[in-house]
């Protein structure tokens, strides 16, 4: 089936493989006359680029995007915007050992069941690469919302048992950090904690949140395209996420109806909650405070240490995984989340 | 814009409110020569019509099942299937006062917001009896997969603090008991808390699990339709939940990928996994062993309490709820939650 | 696959067979706050019922629809309308005979090869029966496009080598005789020669045109969703229909370029054009002027003569099809062509 | 809106303008292990290319194609395959003159309604030159068609009166003239008439056929997925045409049922019919006869002679067209049509 496209009235499509010849997205029903170039862009593509921080694999991909379509003098038409990114280094060898095994943790198997034929290098389009086109676009959203005075900020809150504390909290240190945490102390014991996995060749999972400001309550559709719903099914598309939650999320499980309520009030001649338990969305549709997304990303599924597995022929294996792979996922993620946030709120926003 | 259908091969189009004529879906591209009876979707309404216990509402809604198309002498066509639940009990009194005020925990402003425009009465499209659409839906789509070979069961995993032990695990249990717990010790205790919060006009929220068995390896799409990004969209377009997870879920932003990965072994000449922390579904596919969500219910906002909101003037108002609300979601959601695992996992199949 | 529901932003399923319980469509996307009622949308099924003149089968098909969600007051509510219209006579004995057989002109037997199951009841989905629901749907959107001062309405244009003289064109008229001719003269000929072939156990096709006054300039997407294409796909779904055409439509094949480009001109302040061989359509997007339509309805394909055909056991076969069919398709499908003209443009105009 | 994808098993997104820096198209959905590769492709985008003939403007669009992705050592991999057509030659000086007029016959006044704004060189996204990505595409659903044992091919049936005799019918003449007319006598009547308009700064329309064969039974879908629907709107979504028609197409008008009733009888132990008037489609479900079209194309609407018209001012001007453009469009567009054929067929066979 075709799964490559996100999206009913902004329609964002992606394609490519690592180890092909690029990869790219085509954004379809995107507003006309917003001012988009490569440079802005590239801003995005940058943060997710390998080769950042220590905490990030050292592979020279240069990720530079190029606007095919749908910008004309500065601004968007209304046609499809197309965005590709060459791949410049393609050094396949790296791969060869694992051509026929299934990586544990990898989508190998599953490729192989449903297509009977997988494109083994780099993982194909499971590879964490694909992002790539989903940040390219989710800065086109970005801006767009940006004219309707919406913001979007994620970072990562927890890494192992290190949590940040919002006492500290600086979005800036996020990002000039090499693992996106936006407090400086949490960042030094994370670090410490990710380089001593490194060492032990092994990864960490972690947890990213979102925060969307400024979205105007009425968002989202009842049913099934309920804003929490359709942002769900955007997050866990994210190659490593296996959980999402909203406002309080599984917290609820232990409170109760009277601590979970938000109360309304007027703040001026607004309307307002007291608290903000919801996340910004109630029965799936906004209703004016920040939208508060978190994501669990899973440990890097590549570890260098021996692996027991099995091969296409059906026997047991050991599996040694080489190339170069993060001990972390989630760092270089967070602008993932930004995007998908964004494309999500945007298709929803542009069908009211 | 129109959000009520859900999936694409398998479209399940829900209508209705709780205070109208009726509610119902239709069911279209399910597989032709399947077969379907009144009787049989019956078994799943009842499961989530009120007044089963003392921890459900004691409101009468008949929840009567009919089929309107697609079944031809006891066996689907291949062609819309048309399910029709008539309202029989529908009186609005209890609604008057809360026609222009915003029940906090609830959609009412949102919508509002939205429409300029909203039918108070039970809380229109966003109330819980929406669901029963969907479980009428499900079934048809439960009964598809047992003919491939899968099933599906969901319970109460834990309420408040109380969680079940696996060790005195019984789903028929689950069955029988007013929570859906399937340990008959944590439901006693449960039953104790949700006794209290009543009594002290409070609610409380639960985690629900589901396990689908019997699902191939390679269900599910690379990218945005991810079998569990559309499973996250399923199960978080079901009115109360903030958070969905699969496999160890949010607990991998504790662990190392070393204890993350599931490692793949022989199990006679099938491919077979070692443990099952990915939940039955690598790189958004399914990977041959069971498939493990847990859904995070909030408590019931509609709490006896005297609470603090605004109306629909731009005034602070107080607010009292009356009618008759379960004090917890969960047990009347669990075959919600199959229903649109069900529904999920079929749409996916049936592109494969 | 889900073929039953049409539209992107307004979305219409269908559902229901002409021998089941009864049919009937969700309408979804509708905008709040526009006033309907049955009585209104039953005005429309009336021209399409059965048996309201001697053109048409004498069946009595009740066709009285019921709204079952959606409205509230009065008034849409911007959540799916519900329309359902049961069937009251439901006599299969006349069908016994052809349960194996397939029927020229009809599609039994591609629905046999489709799904080797069949409801041969009249046709299952492929019965004409099925277009009250598109109907039903299309009265809503007539009645949203009104408030936007766009009127909509067809009738038939040719019947065999008998055409509409324009001088004496009166809408009325085509709403008062059996044959749907906006011209008493033209009437007068073609019902003598559809009586004929009445008489010879025969039937006729006939052409349909239908106008679209009062759509603005700018509505149609470029590419795939052009209005022309939308408009193609919603008048070529219904049964009978074998060709459409746009504006000059299939005489552009013998003109000039000099003769049928139309040149802009200034109507006042407003653009205008001084010819209109497109159409109103020009490269896909509506440009101001009238939209013409015309669908070409072949004659009836069941007809009282002994045919020759086949039957589900691969044996050649007579047939003689019992029953009561109209000699004449197009007169009861012109109702359905202002619908599926209506559903597609309101789904477009609800995208801008 | 998005509206530049087509299909829902094969999804084909097309993006680009005639001057921006490329066009292309993602094809997404197609099996895995098909041969693919780009001088396949390029065969076909060579017949829509221009100055293969005197027909045709003399302008040097290189038209190379590029495979982006989805293929893997000479086969499709199942994920998305991008084509990317990069543009050469984009002096648009030509367009300056227009940037403010409204082309007679032209999307201009259209998208101005629409967007606000305009991409003015050489029409943007409703040039001829977007139908490249279709033909890119259309090569690739043919490749997968042909496994299928399906073939498609379209010719110039028509050109102003001069029409095509079958008795001289030649597909291998068609692909060799330049009016891609199957009959050498035909196409040298036409050549004249066409020279001789092109002499008088005018243009002409033609009619285009395309007949699939080797299409089973039973490709389609009941009601809004027809088969014929949903080729009327793959067909009407080509620039410059105005109407489709499926076997006898408008001849139905003016003849009886008892004529156009296809007897069905055994072919061998294969069910067949004596007659195609149906175009191997009846009730929108394949019926293993050939699947026969025809679209009429318009004359095209750039020609040299002056025009009456306005401009974005609202001021009443005289335009007149530069620039090099053929004086009829059909002859390169006989591969479009293929393509969009091929396209649709695959796509509703994906889904079955």
């Not at 989710?138 to 005075?149: F, N, Q, S």
């Not at 945490?181 to 972690?206: I, Q, W």
């Amino acid at each position: 089936m075709a799964g490559s496209t996100f999206g009913k009235n902004l329609k964002v499509t992606t394609w490519g493989e690592s180890h092909g010849a690029g990869l790219g997205a085509v954004v379809d029903g995107c507003p006309a006359g917003i001012e988009i170039n490569e440079e802005y862009i590239q801003t995005f593509l940058d943060r997710r680029k390998p080769g950042q921080s220590r905490f990030a694999t050292q592979r020279s991909e240069a990720d530079k995007v190029k606007i095919m379509s749908g910008v004309f003098e500065g601004k968007t038409t209304g046609t499809p915007i197309s965005l590709v990114i060459e791949n410049t280094s393609q050094i396949s060898k790296d791969y060869s050992d694992i051509a026929d095994k299934y990586r544990p943790g990898h989508a190998d198997y599953g490729f192989d069941a449903k297509y009977g034929f997988r494109d083994y290098r780099g993982g194909g389009r499971s590879s964490g690469r694909e992002t790539a086109a989903r940040v390219a676009a989710g800065a086109i959203a970005i801006k767009v919302l940006e004219t309707m005075g919406i913001s979007i900020s994620a970072y990562v809150k927890q890494i192992g048992d290190i949590s940040i504390n919002y006492d500290n909290f600086s979005l800036e240190e996020s990002r000039n950090n090499g693992l996106c945490m936006p407090d400086k102390e949490a960042y030094e014991k994370a670090a410490e904690y990710v380089d001593r996995l490194k060492e032990e060749k092994d990864s960490t999972g972690a947890l990213v949140e979102c925060i969307a400001s400024g979205v105007p309550a009425g968002i989202g559709e009842p049913v099934f395209d309920k804003l929490d719903a359709r942002l769900a099914m955007a997050i866990m598309s994210i190659g490593a996420v296996k959980g999402v939650e909203i406002g309080d999320g599984f917290d609820v499980v232990r409170i109760r109806g009277s601590q979970n309520n938000d109360e309304f009030c007027m703040d001026g001649d607004k309307v307002a909650k007291k608290t903000n338990h919801s996340g910004g969305i109630l029965g799936g549709i906004s209703d004016g405070a920040d939208i508060v997304i978190r994501a669990a990303f899973k440990p890097t599924p590549s570890i260098y240490q021996k692996q027991h597995t099995v091969n296409n022929k059906g026997e047991e294996v050991e599996i040694e995984i080489k190339g170069r792979h993060d001990p972390i996922i989630a760092p270089r993620a967070v602008v993932v989340v930004e995007s998908m946030t964004a494309i999500t709120l945007l298709d929803l926003i542009l069908t009211k």
